[in-house]
Structure formats: structure tokens, C-alpha cells
């Protein structure tokens, strides 16, 4: 793939946003409550648009697929940005949460 358009209108932690980032696909996504701008760095690793405009989503895949450099460049650092949800990094938050809840008494 060259692009995934994520057309919810609502998200919690979407899955397959982050599947897509990590395997390089810049990804263009509805600003819907919670999730995509969470995870999606506007014009660095993807885009985002309003919620629910639909003029917008198609404006933003018709700009990625006629720039090949912005797509390419995307893709990489989408590569790059969602390494903050590996598997190593989020460990790293759970055991720094335990060692602050095991050693804080009141």
C-alpha cells in the first residue's frame, strides 16, 4: 500500500493506524475524538483532517497520490515516529508507572 485513509468517525487506539505507520504508509485520517491526533504528526507522518469532511479526506489522497516525494518522505518518518509504541517503549512507561506506585506511600 501506498496510503491508508482512516475514515472512522470515532476511534479509541486504532490498531491498524499504528500498523500501517509502522510499516511505512503515511496515513490520512479524520481528526475524530480520541486516537488519530494522538498518534498522527500533522504534515510530518500524516494528515489530518476535519471530522466528517469528506471534501477535505479526498483532497488529502488526491495530494498524496500526485506527490510522490511527500508520500515517500511521510511514510519514513511514520516509520520512525511510531517506534514510540514498541514494544520497548512502552515498557518502559508500565515499569516506570509500577516503580512510582511501589515506592510512593502515603
Not at 12 to 24: D, H, R, S, V
Amino acid at each position: 500500500s501506498s496510503i491508508y485513509v482512516m475514515s472512522s468517525r470515532f476511534e479509541g487506539l486504532p490498531m491498524a493506524l499504528l500498523e500501517a505507520m509502522a510499516c511505512g504508509v503515511p496515513c490520512i485520517s479524520f481528526d475524530c475524538p480520541y486516537g488519530p491526533a494522538e498518534i498522527i504528526t500533522p504534515e510530518e507522518d500524516g494528515i489530518l483532517v476535519r471530522n466528517g469532511n469528506t471534501d477535505e479526506l479526498a483532497d488529502a489522497i488526491c495530494q498524496l497520490i500526485e506527490d510522490t516525494d511527500k508520500r515517500i518522505r511521510m511514510g519514513k518518518q511514520a516509520q520512525k515516529n511510531i517506534q514510540r509504541y514498541s514494544r520497548e517503549e512502552v515498557m518502559k512507561l508500565w515499569n516506570e508507572l509500577f516503580n512510582t506506585l511501589t515506592t510512593t506511600r502515603p
